[in-house]
């Protein structure tokens, strides 16, 4: 059963705390993305990574950090830089950043104590 | 600068109906759009993708429009179903750059 697994589902951040979100996807692509999505509103590019072990930042980095080390997993953390980390938070992965249907997760919820 | 936006931010249809989406894209240079559909608490579905050299592309249910001529792209559902509720994104690639995404549109379904 192929597809795009994130964890946990809801998180709670407590005030300088560092969190991190998993993305795992075993669809075999080469590009993998984290968004931000706030309530009523659409999805703003965080990090974006097309090969392993390179990233490149989003519109909305600031505040976050990612890693690329295995082709199948971009985690994301959100530092306690980012002074407003409650959204919900969406991974994503494609075959290539040409062949841009993105596939995406099911969300981490994150909220702060 | 390049934008996707929506003509209304929720649509209202009766079930049976059909129903139209609409969106606006500015950048001209974009050669790819996608269609995707969100459930409440859950991720953005893939539904259907044009590229730029189609007006038109069916799937099960859905059909979508492209106007280049206007910037405009649209996404008909036919005879829609409860199950169609949703908020509704497009999108749109300019050749490898990332996807920009639109506001979204909700759908809401009266029986």
């Known amino acids: 059963d192929g597809g795009i697994t994130q964890s946990p589902k809801y998180l709670f951040r407590k005030e300088g705390q560092n969190v991190t979100l998993s993305c795992e996807q075993n669809l075999n692509h080469d590009a993998m993305y984290w968004y931000r999505q706030d309530p009523g509103q659409g999805l703003r590019l965080i990090y974006y990574s097309q090969i392993v072990n390179d990233f490149q930042k989003g519109d909305i980095a600031e505040g976050y950090s990612v890693s690329r080390e295995k082709k199948e997993s971009f985690p994301l953390t959100v530092t306690s830089a980012q002074k407003n980390p409650t959204a919900f938070y969406l991974c994503?992965?494609?075959?290539?950043?040409?062949?841009?249907?993105?596939?995406f997760g099911a969300g981490t919820r994150l909220s702060v104590l | 600068g390049e934008s996707v936006g929506l003509h209304l931010p929720t649509l209202s249809v009766q079930e049976g109906d059909n129903s139209i989406i609409n969106c606006a894209y500015s950048n001209s240079a974009s050669d790819y759009f996608i269609w995707y559909k969100q459930e409440s608490g859950k991720g953005p579905q893939f539904i259907i993708d044009?590229?730029?050299?189609?007006d038109k592309r069916q799937g099960q249910r859905v059909t979508v429009l492209l106007n280049k001529t206007v910037k405009h792209l649209s996404l008909q559902i036919a005879a829609t179903q409860p199950g169609d509720s949703a908020v509704y994104f497009c999108a749109e690639n300019k050749g490898a750059q990332k996807l920009v995404f639109g506001q979204g549109t909700r759908l809401t379904i009266n029986p």
């Open positions: 994503a992965s494609s075959i290539g950043l040409a062949k841009n249907i993105q596939y």
């Open positions: 044009i590229r730029s050299n189609m």
